[in-house]
């Protein structure tokens, strides 16, 4: 009996056991209880929203409001988010999502006491921030940026003690940065980049003591970068570029040694580098001071930079040689920039084996290019132009198989040009230099970049030369002026030839190169026709054959290259009709100013008046045999005549009608054919 309720029990208690690990199971692993948003601030959402309208067409992100519904849970909503114990709205994001109107001082979005983020990025809001916006005291992150919000920062935001992030850029702002932004003590980021921001930068910035990241780039802010600023220890990134700060470098950066990202470019600080800064700096990667009035010789403890990665320089007044050093740097250097300046001597034998990016032009260097160049395996951009560099043409870099853009344009380059093989090369600007002779007719067979370009996949995604951190940027002659571009898309590709002593014909082998969009081959000495094949260059926007000793026809087919915005034959010897293609007829008469024998209707239309006052000079040859017969029809008519009769009536044409063989006849078969270049 005792054995059976004993069973009876340890049953009992194993079910007890298997039915609370049940309910236990159920409670670790069942989702959490999920409130609804409380109806005061759904409602609240919804009056903000009625405040603003939706751009249309809207082009770009997603207009998250118009999924939201007056009798649905706001918590799931796109752009909200809900506190999952208490229901409360702490997330509100809007970016992207076409918005247009006023942030009004009363909105019941302010009674959003528990909202922690509040992204309104990349919108249409304008106006000012109202000062209730302070009233959102548990804020941590608020990001405006990239509006058209103006006026005033309001002094309220300084109650946001809370906050971690606050991206005011890309706006209207203007005035001073207000003091109190000094009281964010949990602050690390803070960008206001972009404004029309001006003053002094308030000392009371140096009291954000975990703050990382610093952008106060592209305003007016002048005077000196305050010294508080250095007790700014946790600093990783200061953007200061483009405003009109000035004095020497600002030691107090020095203080800063976990800084990763420093930009004080185009300002006004001058003087030279300190000494310091690689053992100051030693955790640098980006270090931009370029556009400034710094001077002295370049300092070769630059080269003890161990994790250095882009280092501009350019546009200041250094001066001195390339520090030899520069082949010491370490293998994260991926951009070296020293663009104008003052700098003289040769280039540094050895350069670092990392460099991508490497633009030493508008300089004062002597010398020759150095063959160790061939070590720079993943060298993507080379810029010696506006030297003193006195060599052949580099065959030797063809090696490069990462070369994109060679830029040697005006300096004291000399010789022949042979077959080359630079197969990803897509920019190539040889003009002003001394070069000669005749390029070979297979001269761009292997410039297989320029005849295929993946165009479609990298148009759409916008790839351009350089990095997140930099920009590679280049002066080509395009549509006949100087173009500086600042961002260069990978799918472009230029050819510029222009200024030397080339004789001979144009190879027809630049047919093949499909996807060149500038073309300029002017001031050369060039003969012969111009090729037809140039009538497969389907994406040409500019070419420039002008100042050069061509003959013949343009050939018709020119006529339909759609993209052909600009073109220049002038002072040349072509000849026979203009094609008739839309892009020839609205080019400038400039355009074919010194070819005699050009003509035909796209040619009237271009030089309008002008042309019309030659127009009774063009004569075509079968005009010329019609007028012949006239005469001869006329001898034989006066054979008939008395001579009596034949005086009196020659004389009378003579004198009332002056025929225009009586005028000229002895030039009458080697007539010019009068173009309106002419005048």
Same mark, same amino acid.
């Given at each position: ?177 207000? @003091?109190?932004?000094? +009281? ?10 972009? +404004? ?17 990241? #610093? ?6 802010? @002048? ?55 690689? @053992? ?11 556009? +400034? ?177 930099? @920009? ?46 500038? #073309? ?160």
């Amino acid at each position: 009996m005792n054995s059976f309720w004993n069973s009876i029990s340890l049953i009992f208690i194993t079910l007890s056991f298997f039915f609370f690990l049940n309910l236990n199971f159920r409670d670790v692993f069942a989702s959490p209880t999920r409130h609804l948003c409380h109806p005061e601030q759904r409602d609240a959402i919804l009056q903000f929203m009625n405040e603003l309208e939706i751009q249309k067409p809207c082009f770009y992100g997603f207009p998250k409001t118009e999924s939201w519904a007056n009798n649905s849970d706001c918590c799931s909503w796109d752009g909200i988010r809900c506190d999952a114990k208490f229901g409360d709205v702490i997330e509100l994001n809007l970016s992207l999502s076409c918005l247009h109107g006023q942030l009004n001082s009363k909105s019941d979005i302010f009674r959003l006491h528990n909202l922690r983020v509040l992204h309104l990025s990349s919108n249409h809001f304008s106006g000012e921030i109202p000062s209730s916006l302070g009233n959102l005291s548990y804020l941590t992150t608020l990001d405006l940026s990239i509006n058209h919000f103006s006026g005033e920062i309001p002094s309220s935001l300084g109650n946001l003690s809370y906050l971690t992030t606050l991206d005011l850029s890309i706006n209207h702002f203007s005035g001073e940065i207000p @003091s109190s932004l000094g +009281n964010l003590s949990h602050l690390t980021t803070l960008e206001v980049g972009g +404004n029309n921001f001006n003053g002094e930068i308030p000392s009371s910035l140096g009291n954000l003591s975990y703050l990382t990241t #610093l952008d106060l780039s592209i305003n007016n802010f @002048s005077g000196e970068i305050p010294s508080s600023l250095g007790r700014l220890s946790q600093l990783v990134s200061l953007n200061v570029f483009i405003n009109k700060f000035n004095g020497n470098f600002p030691l107090i950066i020095l203080n800063l040694t976990n800084l990763s990202i420093l930009d004080i470019s185009y300002n006004q600080f001058a003087g030279m580098l300190p000494p310091n800064i690689s @053992s100051s700096l030693p955790n640098l990667e980006y270090f931009y001071a370029d556009h +400034n009035n710094f001077t002295g010789k370049i300092p070769s403890f630059i080269c003890t930079l161990c994790t250095l990665t882009i280092l501009d320089l350019s546009n200041n007044q250094f001066n001195g040689s390339i520090p030899r050093c520069m082949g010491n740097f370490s293998s994260t250097l991926q951009t070296l920039n020293l663009r104008k300046n003052r700098l003289s001597g040769g280039l540094p034998e050895n350069i670092s084996a990392s460099v991508k990016s490497l633009d030493i032009g508008h300089n004062q260097l002597v010398g020759k290019l150095p063959r160790s160049l061939v070590r720079i395996s993943f060298l993507e951009v080379l810029n010696v132009e506006s030297n003193r560099i006195n060599d052949t043409f580099p065959f030797w870099l063809s090696s490069l198989q990462e070369l994109h853009i060679l830029v040697l344009r005006s300096n004291a380059f000399h010789g022949p040009i042979q077959k080359t093989g630079f197969s990803k090369l897509r920019i190539i600007d040889i003009s002003s230099n001394h070069f000669y002779g005749t390029l070979p007719s297979d001269c761009f067979a292997n410039w297989d970049a320029m005849c295929s370009l993946g165009k479609k996949e990298n148009q759409f995604n916008g790839e351009y030369m350089g990095t997140d951190y930099y @920009s590679d940027s280049m002066v080509l002659m395009n549509k006949g002026v100087a173009l500086e571009l600042v961002r260069i898309l990978k799918i472009y590709t230029a050819i510029d030839f222009s200024g030397n002593k080339f004789e001979g014909e144009i190879p027809r082998s630049i047919g093949i190169l499909k996807e060149l969009h500038v #073309l300029n081959f002017s001031n050369n000495a060039f003969t012969g026709h111009i090729p037809s094949s140039m009538a497969n260059l389907g994406e040409l926007e500019s070419l420039d054959v002008s100042q050069n000793k061509l003959s013949g026809e343009i050939p018709q087919e020119l006529g339909n290259l759609s993209y052909l915005a600009y073109m220049n034959f002038s002072h040349n010897q072509l000849v026979g009709l203009l094609p008739g293609g839309t892009q020839f007829k609205t080019q400038p008469c400039s355009s074919f100013k010194d070819n005699l024998g050009l003509y035909g209707p796209s040619l009237d239309e271009v030089c309008g008046d002008i042309h019309a006052k030659t127009s009774h000079q063009y004569v075509t040859p079968e005009q010329e045999e019609d007028e012949e017969e006239v005469i001869s029809w006329i001898a034989a008519a006066i054979g008939f005549i008395p001579g009596i009769a034949f005086g009196l009536v020659m004389g009378y044409i003579f004198v009332c009608y002056k025929p225009e063989w009586f005028m000229n006849p002895f030039g009458r078969n080697k007539r010019r054919i009068i173009s309106i270049s002419n005048h």
